[in-house]
């Protein structure tokens, strides 16, 4: 293993690929929407993760285990290590984009409690393997030390690329080291329950430069699939243990572990050449989105198995839609971008940005969704400030869960968001995500850089000035999001119509050089797939990335949100002036729930309810909301 200390932030760096990644160093998110939930992450919420595992115990399992007060003070469930490695890795990548010392002091303050707990051949985990535990490996579907590991290496990765090769970095390739000779060639043919340590492993031995590493990973990815898992009440779909990856062609079971088993094989694909493998997740990939992914992103409809349902089995009311799966998509699909370098992956990552990942912290960060609903039936109920609460039962965002891979997963993604947001080829800076801020970029003939100014989501207009340029032409791209038809580009005072895709301008550019690009940010009406059984007679409403709600607490005339149908038009006055005329239904107390005749008539006045973005609600108190909004009788169901 080389002592190479990699100074550029990245959570992922393929050796090969369409597109080259940059790290946080080189994109830099200074103002606006994203801004401030970073902001937000620095200031709560990796503390409040921080706190939550020291009170509940979950920190305290190491303490324990060097103690020997194990398996008696043992606290949490058996995954409890990987949201302290996945705080860690927060810890790791904020320390490196701000620097901050105190955050630097707490994080080695946690490498001096678990490091000792780490065995002589490399075996760390709180939760088997002593005198009154579980054997280790004793229980592959559900014991979770091979996810924990993954966790571990992920949380290294961050710190050795943001700090340097240190011993934390250290104990990460020991724990490496002891799963490759124990589940390498010769060695334990199994695979772990959830997947997350194919991945893992990868980025580590692309940042060690071991070999060993990648091969195990590949192992693992390639061992699933052939039945090494019980057969369980969900099958082994639920675990991605039922077909071999190379022969699926949709994500299915578990949705977590489905999107982190498609970003490890994509790893794989492109370390090992394997094109079949890249193309089967690809395909995977394409299905998925095309039958089993709501509007806002989220991936899981079943609430049994946190899972996938069936083509085109998307109920709002049931949606799981896991945060955690979201951040999943977030990752499967930023590998397959930089894999290929199609924007449509760029296109996905912005939807779940938006209406996932922002979506679970409250504005405080003290809180989560740990399930994303399309629809609130009822009031949801308020949680105990100081209670852990059940992850799916939680109506509002909560604390703190029982199971919370949630809330540590959004503060490792945010504090690393910046490096999802722009990429480069040989001789061009592609930006695909936007925020005010700053992109450079090693191309092959020197260094770009431009500054980035924008109000984004609020406004479509993206003004882009060079502030580092070279004596030869080379290539500005932008993403124009699929949604985005009429976008324009400026360039040198003339405008010029864009498709969505990739707009591109190729120049020699002087510092000072401006390109603006134009997105038109007007509310758009929505219509669902026609085999959606369950949103027949419904639609929904976007403006630019953001998917739009309906909540009670804005339209104080009604109980709850179910009594209103579309009967009018959009009028769109600014991001937070959106409104759509709207007729209410009573909702009658009924001894029998079906009748025949005509549907429920509704009031013959129209009224502008306001619309705001999804990813707000549950904020201002107990509410119901909705997602999709049934049409009312009289309303034609074409979209304007």
Same mark, same amino acid.
């Given at each position: 293993?080389?002592?190479? +200390?990699?100074?550029?932030?990245?959570?992922?760096?393929? *050796?090969?690929?369409?597109?080259?990644?940059?790290?946080?160093?080189?994109?830099?998110?200074?103002?606006?929407?994203?801004?401030?939930?970073?902001?937000?992450?620095?200031?709560?919420?990796?503390?409040?993760?921080?706190?939550?595992?020291?009170?509940?115990?979950?920190?305290?399992?190491?303490?324990?285990?060097?103690?020997?007060?194990?398996?008696?003070?043992?606290?949490?469930?058996?995954?409890?290590?990987?949201?302290?490695?996945?705080?860690?890795?927060?810890?790791?990548?904020?320390?490196?984009?701000?620097?901050?010392?105190?955050?630097?002091?707490?994080?080695?303050?946690?490498?001096?409690?678990?490091?000792?707990?780490?065995?002589?051949?490399?075996?760390?985990?709180?939760?088997?393997?002593?005198?009154?535990?579980?054997?280790?490996?004793?229980?592959?579907?559900?014991?979770?030390?091979?996810?924990?590991?993954?966790?571990?290496?992920?949380?290294?990765?961050?710190?050795?690329?943001?700090?340097?090769?240190?011993?934390?970095?250290?104990?990460?390739?020991?724990?490496?080291?002891?799963?490759?000779?124990?589940?390498?060639?010769?060695?334990?043919?199994?695979?772990?329950?959830?997947?997350?340590?194919?991945?893992?492993?990868?980025?580590?031995?692309?940042?060690?430069?071991?070999?060993?590493?990648?091969?195990?990973?590949?192992?693992?990815?390639?061992?699933?699939?052939?039945?090494?898992? #019980?057969?369980?009440?969900?099958?082994?779909?639920?675990?991605?243990?039922?077909?071999?990856?190379?022969?699926?062609?949709?994500?299915?079971?578990?949705?977590?572990?489905?999107?982190?088993?498609?970003?490890?094989?994509?790893?794989?694909?492109?370390?090992?050449?394997?094109?079949?493998?890249?193309?089967?997740?690809?395909?995977?990939?394409?299905?998925?989105?095309?039958?089993?992914?709501?509007?806002?992103?989220?991936?899981?409809?079943?609430?049994?198995? #946190?899972?996938?349902?069936?083509?085109?089995?998307?109920?709002?009311?049931?949606?799981?839609?896991?945060?955690?799966?979201?951040?999943? *998509?977030?990752?499967?699909?930023?590998?397959?971008?930089?894999?290929?370098?199609?924007?449509?992956?760029?296109?996905?990552?912005?939807?779940?940005?938006?209406?996932?990942?922002?979506?679970?912290?409250?504005?405080?960060?003290?809180?989560?969704?740990?399930?994303?609903?399309?629809?609130?039936?009822?009031?949801?109920?308020?949680?105990?400030?100081?209670?852990?609460?059940?992850?799916?039962?939680?109506?509002?965002?909560?604390?703190?869960?029982?199971?919370?891979?949630?809330?540590?997963?959004?503060?490792?993604?945010?504090? =690393?968001?910046?490096?999802?947001?722009?990429?480069?080829?040989?001789?061009?800076?592609?930006?695909?995500?936007?925020?005010?801020?700053?992109?450079?970029?090693?191309?092959?003939?020197?260094?770009?850089?431009?500054?980035?100014?924008?109000?984004?989501?609020?406004?479509?207009?993206?003004?882009?000035?060079?502030?580092?340029?070279?004596?030869?032409?080379?290539?500005?791209?932008?993403?124009?999001?699929?949604?985005?038809?009429?976008?324009?580009?400026?360039?040198?005072?003339?405008?010029?119509?864009?498709?969505?895709?990739?707009?591109?301008?190729?120049? =020699?550019?002087?510092?000072?050089?401006?390109?603006?690009?134009?997105?038109?940010?007007?509310?758009?009406?929505?219509?669902?797939?026609?085999?959606?059984?369950?949103?027949?007679?419904?639609?929904?409403? #976007?403006?630019?990335?953001? +998917?739009?709600?309906?909540?009670?607490?804005?339209?104080?005339?009604?109980?709850?949100?179910?009594?209103?149908? +579309?009967?009018?038009?959009?009028?769109?006055?600014?991001?937070?002036?959106?409104?759509?005329?709207?007729?209410?239904?009573?909702?009658?107390?009924?001894?029998?729930?079906?009748?025949?005749?005509?549907?429920? =008539?509704?009031?013959?006045?129209?009224?502008?309810?306001?619309?705001?973005?999804?990813?707000?609600?549950?904020?201002?108190?107990? *509410?119901?909301?909705? +997602?999709?909004?049934?049409?009312?009788?009289?309303?034609?169901?074409?979209?304007?």
């Amino acid at each position: 293993m080389t002592n190479e +200390v990699h100074t550029t932030a990245l959570p992922v760096q393929p *050796s090969r690929g369409a597109l080259r990644p940059i790290g946080m160093a080189d994109a830099v998110i200074a103002d606006g929407f994203w801004a401030q939930l970073q902001s937000l992450n620095a200031s709560a919420m990796i503390r409040h993760c921080e706190d939550w595992m020291e009170r509940l115990g979950w920190i305290g399992n190491f303490d324990a285990a060097v103690e020997g007060r194990l398996p008696e003070a043992r606290r949490g469930r058996e995954f409890s290590d990987s949201d302290v490695f996945k705080l860690m890795e927060a810890m790791a990548w904020e320390i490196g984009r701000t620097g901050d010392e105190d955050l630097d002091a707490r994080f080695e303050a946690l490498v001096d409690r678990i490091l000792p707990v780490q065995e002589e051949d490399g075996y760390l985990n709180t939760r088997f393997g002593r005198p009154g535990q579980q054997p280790r490996y004793s229980n592959f579907e559900w014991g979770h030390e091979l996810y924990c590991f993954g966790h571990l290496f992920q949380a290294a990765v961050a710190r050795a690329r943001t700090t340097g090769h240190d011993r934390f970095v250290a104990m990460a390739c020991r724990a490496a080291d002891h799963v490759c000779d124990t589940f390498g060639e010769g060695g334990l043919q199994a695979v772990g329950g959830h997947a997350e340590i194919e991945p893992a492993l990868v980025e580590l031995g692309r940042l060690t430069g071991e070999q060993r590493y990648l091969d195990q990973a590949r192992l693992f990815v390639h061992r699933r699939g052939h039945g090494l898992l #019980e057969d369980i009440e969900f099958g082994r779909a639920y675990y991605q243990d039922d077909e071999p990856i190379h022969e699926s062609t949709v994500l299915r079971g578990h949705a977590v572990r489905a999107t982190y088993l498609a970003a490890g094989a994509v790893d794989v694909a492109i370390e090992s050449g394997d094109d079949l493998l890249l193309g089967a997740v690809q395909q995977q990939m394409a299905t998925t989105l095309a039958r089993r992914t709501y509007i806002t992103g989220g991936m899981g409809a079943h609430h049994e198995g #946190e899972s996938f349902g069936s083509d085109f089995e998307l109920p709002s009311d049931r949606a799981y839609a896991e945060t955690c799966a979201g951040i999943g *998509s977030i990752m499967a699909n930023y590998r397959l971008l930089l894999a290929t370098g199609d924007v449509r992956y760029a296109d996905v990552i912005e939807r779940t940005l938006f209406n996932v990942l922002a979506t679970s912290p409250g504005e405080d960060g003290r809180s989560f969704f740990y399930a994303n609903t399309l629809h609130q039936r009822e009031p949801g109920v308020v949680p105990e400030p100081d209670a852990v609460s059940p992850r799916a039962a939680a109506s509002m965002r909560a604390p703190w869960f029982a199971v919370s891979c949630c809330p540590t997963n959004v503060a490792r993604t945010v504090a =690393s968001l910046s490096s999802y947001f722009a990429a480069s080829t040989v001789d061009a800076l592609h930006i695909y995500q936007y925020a005010t801020g700053s992109v450079r970029a090693e191309l092959d003939a020197g260094p770009v850089a431009v500054d980035v100014e924008t109000d984004y989501p609020d406004g479509g207009e993206v003004a882009f000035t060079v502030t580092e340029t070279l004596d030869t032409p080379w290539t500005l791209a932008m993403r124009v999001p699929a949604w985005a038809e009429g976008a324009t580009l400026t360039v040198a005072g003339a405008a010029e119509r864009v498709n969505p895709g990739l707009a591109t301008v190729t120049e =020699s550019f002087e510092v000072g050089d401006t390109v603006v690009l134009s997105l038109p940010m007007r509310t758009r009406m929505t219509l669902p797939d026609v085999r959606m059984d369950a949103l027949r007679g419904q639609v929904a409403f #976007e403006r630019g990335p953001l +998917v739009l709600c309906v909540e009670s607490v804005d339209v104080p005339s009604i109980d709850v949100v179910d009594q209103l149908r +579309v009967a009018g038009g959009i009028r769109d006055e600014g991001a937070t002036q959106v409104t759509v005329g709207m007729r209410t239904i009573a909702l009658p107390d009924r001894a029998w729930p079906f009748e025949s005749g005509n549907a429920a =008539s509704a009031s013959a006045d129209t009224v502008d309810v306001p619309l705001r973005p999804y990813h707000q609600w549950g904020n201002r108190g107990s *509410s119901t909301m909705r +997602v999709w909004i049934p049409l009312d009788a009289d309303v034609a169901t074409e979209a304007p």
